[in-house]
């Protein structure tokens, strides 16, 4: 397990009968790192999230998560993973710190790490005087930046962000990315999917999915020079269209 | 006459000021862009411009009727796509196209110019239901629909939100050719980027209008010193500019960061300092902002 590697994938396919939605990705994601899985919508992202994150088995292939393996141990990965998205999330009609609490249960962790997780993530997201506030009533920026916390409440090694940040005011946007950056500068490795293409430019690599393959992956710099682009939007079309 | 106009618009919602003293216009075959996030005010101004809510203080115009006392006219001349999908799942591609056609008195036949180049992308699944359609293909539809009775105006709110990068390329090509048949479109979106694709736009925060202008314009006005600088340290970096006497702002952008300093410097100058700094293989180059940059420098934080 002494691999500087938190996912690795190997040849991961999944067919639907006939038809191939996810075909032979292979990619390594190293720990601390921040990976952006791009695709079109239909091009196979979900399938291959869903198998990565243990809830799809996988038709053919290899992948580990976190050391664990996709195809035999997805309980294991369920529990050493964290996930956030944006349909997803808190409850609005609990309070800031019930939520802490409710997922903390839910990870089975005892109450005194709760208690500990619970101060340790008010203080940090400066939200101890909210604490008693129901979450519906906080503004979007805390609120994703709280569901956030929360997905890391059990300490995964590695946190999934599933369109973390849609349509959002572009500095809320950017304050949740400072998080992200926080989070990876700690060791922890992110994967996020985003349709947002400027958005990519924020991870360190990206790869890009187009009908069930994964037809780029590199650094947003590299991509850029590699398709003459200047932005990742323009990659993106090049490689899609 | 223009197709729209705006004058000193104001609606709350109990406390809550979502559209504050907004006024503007909008000419003949123009193309407007209401730009701004969540929660700006945006799809408030265009249920009030389509006539659907009533404002409580202001007034307005829309194809030269008043939204008040002539909306049953105005009703007949707009095109209003809504952010949500709004169309009937439960029929299929065509019967929705004709169902849109009767009610407003007309024929698909009639009108099918206009909707020619949209809905021939869209025709080989016309027996489809329209609930069973891709993102990119219910967006088609609802603009075949808003369009299928020759509107003089066209109300877009959010066409593009949720949709992917090449479908919005698609989407704004379809714009800029109903453009040139003289249909003005007021639209809006949160993706600051397809702001410049508009012939002048306004930027929206908290129910006010920050600045209009076309995007063009607002760029070469833009005076601050701006430079993106790149380094392999991004994160470290910015709290380190963050803290320097000289920073007026500092933003991630991407790969990159985009800096505002107090005083004018050479990109060199930036470099050099930064080098000395620690930060040993960063690149600082001068730049024009984005509508982004713009919109970041004017509007308000927001905790």
């Known amino acids: 397990m002494n691999t500087p590697f938190a996912i690795e994938v190997d040849k991961l396919t999944k067919r639907f009968g006939d038809f191939i939605a996810v075909n032979a990705i292979t990619f390594k994601v190293k720990k601390g790192e921040i990976f952006g899985f791009l695709g079109a919508n239909g091009a196979g992202k979900t399938t291959a999230i869903k198998m990565l994150i243990g809830l799809s088995k996988p038709t053919e292939g290899m992948g580990k998560i976190a050391g664990f393996n996709v195809d035999t141990e997805p309980e294991k990965i369920k529990k050493n993973i964290g996930y956030m998205s944006q349909k997803f999330s808190l409850y609005d009609d609990l309070t800031v710190v019930e939520n802490i609490q409710f997922y903390g249960g839910i990870y089975g962790l005892s109450r005194k790490k709760i208690k500990e997780k619970t101060t340790e993530i008010l203080e940090e997201l400066e939200l101890t005087e909210v604490s008693k506030s129901l979450v519906i009533s906080l503004p979007l920026g805390w609120k994703q930046r709280l569901a956030f916390a929360i997905s890391m409440v059990h300490d995964p090694e590695i946190v999934f962000l599933d369109e973390p940040t849609g349509g959002v005011d572009p500095r809320v946007r950017r304050q949740f990315w400072e998080t992200i950056y926080q989070v990876a500068e700690k060791g922890r490795t992110v994967f996020v999917t985003t349709h947002y293409m400027d958005e990519a430019e924020y991870c360190d690599r990206v790869s890009i999915m187009v009908a069930g393959k994964i037809e780029a992956l590199d650094t947003p710099h590299n991509l850029k020079q590699q398709f003459e682009a200047t932005s990742m939007d323009e990659v993106f079309l090049k490689l899609a269209r | ?303």
């Not at chain 2, 206009?114 to 016309?126: C, G, S």
């Not at chain 2, 508009?198 to 833009?222: T, V």
């Not at chain 2, 300092?273 to 940059?293: C, M, R, W, Y």
């Open chain 2, 1 to 303: 006459m223009d197709a729209i106009t705006v004058e000193h618009i104001t609606k709350k919602y109990g406390d809550v000021l979502a559209l504050n003293d907004v006024s503007f216009t909008v000419g003949k075959g123009e193309l407007f862009g209401l730009i701004g996030p969540d929660g700006a005010g945006k799809s408030t101004l265009f249920r009030i411009l389509t006539t659907l809510l009533l404002a409580d203080k202001g007034k307005g115009t829309v194809a030269g009727h008043p939204i008040v006392n002539e909306y049953k006219e105005i009703r007949k001349k707009v095109g209003y796509m809504p952010g949500r999908f709004s169309l009937y799942q439960d029929l299929s591609i065509e019967e929705n196209l004709s169902f849109f056609a009767t009610i407003f008195g007309t024929t698909v036949e009639d009108n099918y110019d206009l909707i020619k180049d949209i809905y021939v992308q869209i025709e080989p699944f016309k027996k489809r239901l329209a609930g069973k359609l891709s993102g990119g293909m219910k967006q088609k539809l609802a603009l075949c629909c808003a369009l299928i009775h020759k509107p003089e105006v066209l109300f877009l709110d959010e066409p593009t939100t949720g949709v992917d990068a090449v479908s919005r390329v698609e989407f704004w090509d379809m714009l800029k050719k109903l453009k040139t048949k003289g249909i003005a479109i007021l639209v809006s979106t949160p993706y600051m980027d397809e702001a410049t694709l508009c012939d002048r736009i306004a930027l929206i925060q908290n129910g006010e209008i920050l600045k209009i202008d076309s995007p063009q314009q607002m760029i070469s006005n833009f005076e601050k010193p701006l430079f993106s600088i790149n380094s392999t340290e991004t994160y470290r970096l910015l709290n380190y500019l963050r803290v320097q006497n000289f920073t007026e702002s500092v933003l991630p952008f991407g790969e990159n960061l985009h800096l505002i300093t107090n005083e004018p410097y050479e990109a060199s100058q930036i470099e050099y300092h930064l080098k000395i700094a620690g930060f040993s293989d960063n690149t600082a180059k001068t730049i024009q902002p984005t509508v982004e940059d713009i919109f970041l420098d004017i509007s308000q934080p927001v905790n």
